[in-house]
């Protein structure tokens, strides 16, 4: 059966995104969030959307210096690619949509929090929404944590076309949800919050 996306925003209402402190401004101005794929075409560094991130990248777009995430945790040695596929082309696929955490009121799931604590240590700011808050026909979703693969049993873990499907095409329950993403950029509802942890406390990202 297709996903249930009305039973998805009952079980998982809220939507978390983790990004750098110092994009913060440029989020409010725009009140958008950018793939990186966008803001590495913006910043003049097309040829970077192919190349796994080992390490944060700084760019600059409109006067803005943003920070754009490593991509550490995505071993290619653990994947098994679908025909026609190589890393540098998933990782230009990663690197087209936003991501985001499904999750309560109390927080993201578990596979989000880990993201979080991953990098505390930055102080990093989450951003959620309320799953219905925006157009949930343009949203993907995801079975597993597509970033970072896992061998398990001997069994690597696949990417490719298949990695983000829509609701339509998605074989599991509203709880088998990993990851929600859309492809190229998602308008901020106005109500959108904003705190230094994903449990809170919450404030209002926008003034207005």
């Not at 075409?41 to 959307?49: F, K, N, T, V």
């Amino acid at each position: 059966m297709p996903l249930d996306t009305n039973s998805l925003s009952r079980v998982r209402p809220y939507l978390y995104h983790l990004t750098a402190r110092q994009n913060q401004p440029a989020i409010l101005r725009s009140r958008e969030l950018y793939c990186s794929k966008l803001l590495l075409d913006a910043a003049g560094e097309r040829h970077l959307a192919t190349q796994r991130r080992i390490v944060h990248r700084s760019i600059a777009v409109d006067g803005d210096r943003l920070l754009i995430r490593d991509q550490m945790p995505l071993a290619a040695g653990a994947i098994a690619f679908e025909d026609g596929w190589t890393l540098e082309r998933f990782v230009e696929h990663i690197n087209e949509h936003v991501f985001f955490w499904p999750g309560t009121a109390a927080g993201p799931i578990r596979a989000g929090r880990n993201h979080f604590e991953r990098y505390r240590g930055e102080r990093p700011v989450v951003i959620r929404f309320g799953t219905e808050s925006v157009e949930r026909s343009d949203f993907l979703y995801c079975l597993y944590n597509s970033g970072a693969p896992r061998c398990s049993g001997g069994k690597h873990s696949p990417r490719g076309s298949g990695t983000y499907v829509p609701a339509a095409q998605f074989h599991g329950s509203p709880s088998d949800v990993i990851e929600v993403v859309a492809i190229g950029s998602v308008a901020l509802p106005l109500a959108s919050e904003v705190a230094d942890d994903p449990t809170g406390p919450w404030r209002k990202l926008f003034s207005d």
